[in-house]
């Protein structure tokens, strides 16, 4: 007879793991009261997509990393527009503790195009090189514990203008490290050390590189953010928690040109819950390809994928792999994706061999619906790092004409409708396909939203 302790453990481990995501209780932001308003000097023309070349000389970063500077916890430093002035102009801006940045509606805050103001080293920023790194992002944070971007404006890094002095984009760059090297160009909002740290409602367009990234703190929130850029503008990724815990992002909507959110596991990744986000062009639901410190405990509902190159997504290889465990992906809708499941343990390393060896198990899709074809990878890495995935009512519209690879796999069917069978080299499939009502999708897809 088991003993009523161990009968208790057993039942508490079981809740954890139902409910496992952000062990924070995260309720909508609040915009705190101004320490500072100022007002915009520039206009935005051409549409609003950048600055007359005559304003490109009168950047505001002195002005608003002084009052950020002088801003009492709590409160925030706000940037309106003042009648016919819309627009700031700045170089890298510095977080402080405890202090919002705040955008107002119509308000735009772009980026500087002169890599001078972003570099690291001397002539690091605007080059291709092998080092790479070399730039500021526009908005740091290190640190800065409880700080937070809010408001209804726009933070626009330019990435398609060309750079001042030089002939080509930030995204140019990008393109032309195809051949070899990396490129140096800003990201958009870099934050790290910094627990509680809060977007709320911005919209993020036309970054350099990454738009956010936030990494080794406890405590991120996204909530309401746009972020709108090109989905040919490279190494664009929308959101990236990188060695985090307790994260959420919801009520975003993400199209970009790479990964729309990838979680990057090159320190533990834990505790995450990622819901009610429509995502467009881009790469997808990710996490990787950094997986060498592990993730786990991460939930994704409530999920619209519209136009992607990928859909759900975890990606690794032998140089940088490691346990990928306890993810569950529910309510999930997805069409017009290329490789709508996409599960590759040999992600970009094209027969190389390394030490850390990928492992995803513990993965379950519930109530996923793919509307339209494409291509299914569910890759292993050997006989004994292997992908292990539950499949809960998961429903192909077109099943007939997805393609699937399948390789080093245990695949689980049901409970619920599951119309696919995977098959492939050391596959082995527990169920079978069943009928059922799948995944209501009608009111899933909305347009992107303008503010």
Known sequence: MRRPAVLFLAWCLLVAGASAQDARNVTEPAIPRSCAVLSANLTAVDGSKTLAAADEAKPDTERIQKALDGCPKGQSVELKPDAAHNAFLSGPLDLRAGVTLRIDAKAILFGSRN??????????????????HGCK?????????????????????????????????????????????NQNCPRLIVVSHSDDFTLYRVTLKNSGNFHVVYSAGSGFTAWGV????????????????SSATNVTITHCFIRTGDDNVAI?????????????NHFYAGHGMSIGSETNGGADTIRVSDLSIDGADNGIRIKSNSGKGGLVHDIVYSDVCIRDTRYPIYMDSDYEHYGKSGDKLPEFTGIVLRDVRVETGGRIT??????????????????????????????????AFGPGNVNLRPSGTDVSVKGAPVTGTPNACTDKFVPLPVR
């Open 115 to 132: 890599p001078k103001d972003y570099e690291l080293r001397p002539g690091s920023c605007g080059i291709v090189d092998q080092r790479g």
């Open 378 to 411: 569910l890759q292993g890495y050997d006989e004994k790092h292997r992908l292990g995935m539950s499949l809960e009512n998961v429903y192909f519209d077109k099943a007939q004409d997805m393609k699937v690879l399948a390789e080093h796999a245990d695949l």
């Open 137 to 181: 992002a526009l908005i740091n944070g290190d640190n800065a514990a409880h700080a937070s971007v809010m408001g209804d404006g726009t933070i626009d890094g330019r990435g398609w203008a060309k750079i001042a002095g030089k002939g080509v984009s930030w995204w140019d760059l990008a393109e032309q490290a195809r051949a070899g090297g």
């Open 264 to 276: 990057k596991a090159g320190g533990h990744c834990s505790h995450m819950t990622i819901t009610h």
């Open 226 to 241: 746009i972020i709108d850029t090109p989905k040919n503008a490279r190494n664009t990724d929308g959101i990236d928690p």
